[in-house]
C-alpha cells in the first residue's frame, strides 16, 4: 500500500488560507468516506483535527475543514495563525480493510 | 479523561525483539480497539495494525506480517506490540492509538474509523 500524496510544504500569512491535498486512489481516498487529517508539533503525538472527510472532533477549531472529490481529499485552514504551524498528515480507510497515511505536509506561518 | 500512557524508550541490537506497552484510562478499554503507528526519524507516520480490545480480533500492515505481534491484557486495560528480528530501518518512535472497532451493542465492525487519542510514544532504537 503506497502513501498518500501531500505536498511537501505549503505556507502562509497569518489570517490567510492555505489548502493541503492529500491524493489517492479509488482504493482507499475515492472509495471511501473514511479520511482523517492530523496535526503534529514537532516532538509530540498526532491530534485528531478532521474525520470522516469534514467531520471536527469536539474542541477542534472551525478554521480548520475537510472535503473530497474523487481520490483527492483536501484540509483548509483559514484565519491562519501561528499555532497552526505543524506537519499534517491525512489517513485514509484502504479496501484491505487497514489504513494508509499521508506524506506530511510541514505547513509554515510566515 | 482519556489517557494512553506507553512504556519508555528501549535500545535494542540488530536480530532482537522489543515489547511497547501501552496503559488506557478514563474510558471503557473493550469497547475499543488500538492501533499502533509507527514515526522513523524524520519521517512520515506509518500504521502497522490495530487490536480490537473486545474480542482480541487484530489485522496487520502486510509488510510487518510475521514480525509482529498485538496483544492486550483487559485486566490492566493494557495493550502490547513485539516487534521481532529488529533492524536498523525499525528504529522509530512508536505511537499507540484508540479508534472504535466494533459496534458493541450489535458486534457489527466499524470501518474506518479514527485514531481519536494517542499515547506519547516511544522511541525503540535498534543499533549495534
Given at each position: 500500500q503506497s502513501a498518500l500524496t501531500q505536498p511537501a510544504s505549503v505556507s502562509g500569512s497569518p489570517g490567510q488560507s492555505i489548502t493541503i491535498s492529500c491524493t489517492g486512489t479509488s482504493s482507499d481516498v475515492g472509495g471511501y468516506n473514511y479520511v482523517?487529517?492530523?496535526?503534529?508539533?514537532?516532538?509530540?503525538?498526532?491530534?485528531?483535527m478532521i474525520y470522516d472527510v469534514s467531520n471536527r472532533p469536539s474542541g477542534v477549531s472551525n478554521r480548520f475543514s475537510g472535503s473530497k472529490s474523487g481520490n483527492t481529499a483536501s484540509l483548509t485552514i483559514s484565519g491562519l495563525q501561528a499555532e497552526d504551524e505543524a506537519d499534517y498528515y491525512c489517513s485514509s480507510y484502504t479496501s484491505s480493510s487497514t489504513w494508509v497515511f499521508g506524506t506530511g505536509t510541514k505547513v509554515t506561518v510566515l | 479523561q482519556v489517557q494512553l500512557v506507553q512504556s519508555g524508550a528501549e535500545v535494542k541490537k540488530p536480530g532482537a525483539s522489543v515489547k511497547v506497552s501501552c496503559?488506557?484510562?478514563?474510558?471503557?478499554?473493550?469497547?475499543?480497539?488500538?492501533?499502533?503507528?509507527?514515526?522513523?526519524p524524520g519521517q512520515g507516520l506509518e500504521w502497522m495494525g490495530w487490536i480490537s480490545?473486545?474480542?482480541?480480533?487484530?489485522?496487520y500492515a502486510q509488510k510487518l506480517q510475521g514480525r509482529v505481534t498485538m496483544t492486550t491484557d483487559t485486566s490492566t486495560?493494557?495493550?502490547y506490540m513485539e516487534l521481532r528480528s529488529l533492524r536498523s530501518d525499525d528504529t522509530a518512535v512508536y505511537y499507540c492509538a484508540r479508534l472504535r472497532v466494533y459496534d458493541i451493542l450489535t458486534g457489527y465492525p466499524l470501518p474506518g474509523r479514527p485514531f481519536d487519542y494517542w499515547g506519547q510514544g516511544t522511541l525503540v532504537t535498534v543499533s549495534s
Open positions: 482523517s487529517w492530523y496535526q503534529q508539533h514537532p516532538g509530540k503525538a498526532p491530534k485528531l | 496503559k488506557a484510562s478514563g474510558y471503557t478499554f473493550t469497547s475499543y480497539g488500538i492501533s499502533w503507528v509507527r514515526q522513523a480490545a473486545y474480542n482480541g480480533n487484530t489485522n486495560s493494557t495493550a
